[in-house]
């Protein structure tokens, strides 16, 4: 029996984990922050839009990122949403 009351995972087990959600997290954060961008630019330049025009471009950088989850799914990266090769 061991000294902790439950068992704690290797250090090298916590630090791949760390690196591959650290890539994950930076590929979403970045994808989602060009797809926004990208709908505001094609939502607002040609409208004079308000506050809730405006939230449907979040709508609509939400519904790429959804999208971009699904192809991730659907090509060879499977239990994942993300693009990056071995996450």
Same mark, same amino acid.
């Given at each position: 029996?061991? /000294?902790?009351? &439950?068992?704690?995972?290797? @250090?090298? %087990?916590?630090?791949?984990?760390?690196? @591959?959600? =650290?890539? /994950? $997290?930076?590929?979403?954060? @970045? =994808? %989602?922050?060009? #797809? %926004?961008?990208?709908?505001? *630019? +094609? *939502?607002? #330049?040609? &409208? /004079?839009?308000?506050?809730?025009?405006? =939230?449907?471009?979040?709508? +609509?950088?939400? =519904?790429?990122?959804?999208?971009?989850? $699904?192809?991730?799914?659907?090509? /060879?990266? %499977?239990?994942?949403?993300?693009?990056?090769?071995?996450?």
């Amino acid at each position: 029996m061991s /000294d902790t009351p &439950f068992p704690l995972p290797s @250090t090298e %087990t916590v630090i791949k984990g760390a690196r @591959t959600y =650290a890539r /994950d $997290l930076a590929e979403r954060v @970045t =994808a %989602t922050f060009l #797809q %926004t961008f990208v709908g505001g *630019l +094609v *939502l607002t #330049q040609p &409208f /004079d839009i308000g506050m809730w025009e405006a =939230a449907a471009v979040g709508g +609509v950088g939400a =519904a790429l990122s959804l999208l971009k989850g $699904l192809v991730a799914r659907w090509r /060879d990266v %499977t239990h994942s949403a993300s693009l990056a090769k071995g996450v």
